[in-house]
């Protein structure tokens, strides 16, 4: 296989982002703004040529992240706790049920989850969240760095992640308010 300029050869370098975070965010444009130079510097210390996006396409974080596909990301996988019906329940308006389904067209793989043997809503966000951090190299975490505050939420993620070994960059966020939808973490 022929080299290119930078002596590359062989297939396209990859790095694949997963996303963990906050549903409420204080400061969305500061957030986003830091996401997108985040975004950049993985991708440029990775050497990357494709950045692949993880997303459960939760409101707040996962969407932030998401966003970014196609302008400043290349691919966007979407790892979804629950059939995708069922899981549009979980937002809390009209216009955010229009923009998960926005974010889904943009999908170039789509995963469900489902929950474990519980069989309950927490137990498929934990399930989602596992799913993408198993498939990152890299574990955006929009996050507060206050404990967790139910099962599958980014305190979790990213403890479960450290000790993985997976690679954490986490963005300090506030949050705008302490709720969370039908049982889901934050």
């Known amino acids: 296989t022929p080299a290119d300029e930078e002596g590359r050869t062989g297939a396209p370098c990859v790095i694949r982002i997963g996303v963990t975070g906050h549903r409420t965010l204080a400061d969305v444009d500061q957030v986003r703004t830091c996401v997108v130079t985040a975004v950049s510097d993985a991708r440029d210390d990775a050497d990357a040529d494709i950045v692949e996006i993880w ?52 999908a170039t793989e789509i995963r469900v989850t489902g929950p474990d043997a519980s069989r309950t809503r927490e137990s498929a966000y934990e399930r989602a969240g596992l799913e993408v951090l198993a498939n990152c190299d890299l574990l955006l975490a929009l996050w507060d760095g206050d404990g967790a505050r139910g099962r599958g939420g980014t305190a979790e993620i990213v403890e479960r992640a450290r000790r993985d070994g997976v690679a954490v960059k986490v963005i300090d966020v506030e949050r705008a308010s302490d709720t969370a939808p039908n049982g889901a973490a934050s």
Request: charged residues 30%; aromatic residues 6%; without cysteine.
């Open 55 to 106: 997303s459960s396409l939760a409101e707040g974080a996962d969407r932030i992240v998401a966003d970014l596909v196609p302008t400043r990301a290349d691919r966007l996988v979407v790892v979804l706790p629950l059939d995708p019906d069922d899981y549009r329940t979980d937002f809390a308006s009209q216009a955010s049920r229009v923009e998960f389904d926005r974010l889904v067209a943009l």
